[in-house]
């Protein structure tokens, strides 16, 4: 069965640091692209962190550059984001996606984290970060 699973939310303190886990069962991430994405009552979904299937590379938005790191483990067929210096901003539901598609070429990969111009093919349910003092 192919099952993405995230862990690792919960409740922080602004300035503190999460660290949100994405598990892969019945395939292999490493030949998948990553995107984490938020989503925040009455928001649009945005993308924060993506991986290319292709050497790796990384693409984040300005909103969490030099905050939030995403990371392969192949040999535990997970995905990490860490997240430092968190914001009540950052509060929303985080989801972990993986896609088959070609990856779009380096000068372009802020396309992998907006699902309107790049295709994901499995979700996980989502874990809920709460940035609050």
């Known amino acids: 069965q192919v099952q993405l699973v995230e862990s690792g939310g919960g409740l922080v303190q602004p300035g503190g640091s999460l660290r949100l886990s994405c598990a892969a069962s019945g395939f292999t991430l490493d030949y998948y692209d990553i995107g984490w994405f938020r989503q925040a009552p009455g928001k649009e979904r945005e993308g924060v962190s993506c991986i290319s299937s292709v050497d790796n590379i990384t693409y984040y938005p300005d909103s969490v550059k030099g905050r939030f790191t995403i990371a392969r483990d192949n040999a535990k067929n997970t995905v990490y984001l860490q997240m430092n210096s968190l914001k009540p901003e950052d509060t929303a539901v985080y989801y972990c996606?993986?896609?088959?598609?070609?990856?779009?070429?380096?000068?372009?990969?802020?396309?992998?984290?907006?699902?309107?111009?790049?295709?994901?093919?499995?979700w996980g349910q989502g874990t809920q970060v709460t940035v609050s003092s």
């Open positions: 996606a993986a896609g088959s598609s070609p990856p779009p070429v380096p000068r372009l990969l802020y396309r992998l984290c907006d699902t309107k111009l790049h295709e994901y093919d499995y």
